[in-house]
C-alpha cells in the first residue's frame, strides 16, 4: 500500500438531516462553514437533504422531497406538452 496518500486531517463531524433533524456523528474530512455542539463539544457541521434515516428505500414511506420547488419549475418551464398539439 502506498504511503502519504491518505488525508490526515480526520475528525468527528455532525451530519445532520434536514428532513427530520437527525443527527449522527461520523469521522470525515469534509470542509465546514458551521458547527453544532453536541453532548457539550463543538463538531463542524455538514447538512445534508437526504440520509438513511429519511431515504424511502431504508424507511419504506414514500415522502415527496421538493425543498427547492423543482416540481413546479418544471412544469411551469415545460407543463403539459399534449395540450399545445
Do not use: C, W
Not at 38 to 53: A, C, F, R
Amino acid at each position: 500500500m502506498k504511503k502519504e496518500i491518505h488525508p490526515k486531517n480526520y475528525r468527528p463531524v455532525v451530519f445532520k438531516d434536514m428532513s427530520n433533524d437527525e443527527i449522527f456523528i461520523s469521522r470525515s474530512t469534509v470542509n465546514a462553514k458551521e458547527t453544532i455542539e453536541v453532548d457539550g463539544v463543538t463538531y463542524p457541521l455538514v447538512k445534508l437533504e437526504i440520509t438513511s434515516s429519511s431515504h424511502p428505500f431504508y424507511t419504506g414511506k414514500q415522502k415527496l422531497v421538493d425543498t427547492a420547488g423543482r416540481v413546479d419549475k418544471f412544469m411551469s418551464r415545460y407543463g403539459d406538452r399534449s395540450k399545445r398539439k
